[in-house]
């Protein structure tokens, strides 16, 4: 398995701009599906974003197609999310997830999860 940790959370106006970042450490991170999940209070985890381990292929949910954008660099071990027109809507905490040959959204197939980091848009 890989561990992962997120970066790049904050404070951000509406249609502003963050750019989140999760570093993986481990062995054949290019081997990983890479997504994003985010939980706002009491509400249940969704799915946001995911890449897929060779091809690059994405898939988003419809909220945020078109604002936000998943990529990965493989030399580096990191997967990001660059998210623009941001809306209060997307407050959340938001989390990295792997899964190795996986490219999906179901959130029970995916192994590992960093810690989360906190993005908040203000009104």
């Known amino acids: 398995q890989v561990q992962l940790a997120e970066s790049g959370g904050g404070l951000v106006q509406a249609g502003g701009s963050l750019r989140l970042s999760c570093s993986a450490s481990?062995?054949?991170?290019?081997?990983?599906?890479m997504a994003w999940f985010r939980q706002a209070p009491g509400k249940e985890r969704e799915f946001v974003a995911v890449i897929s381990w060779i091809s690059g292929s994405t898939l988003y949910t419809n909220s945020v197609k078109g604002r936000f954008t998943i990529s990965r660099d493989n030399l580096k071990n990191t997967v990001y999310l660059q998210m623009s027109g941001l809306k209060p809507e997307d407050t959340a905490v938001y989390y990295c997830?792997?899964?190795?040959?996986?490219?999906?959204?179901?959130?029970?197939?995916?192994?590992?999860w960093g810690q989360g980091t906190q993005v908040t848009v203000s009104s």
């Open positions: 997830a792997a899964s190795q040959y996986y490219f999906g959204m179901d959130p029970r197939r995916f192994t590992s």
């Open positions: 481990g062995r054949s991170f290019s081997t990983y599906g």
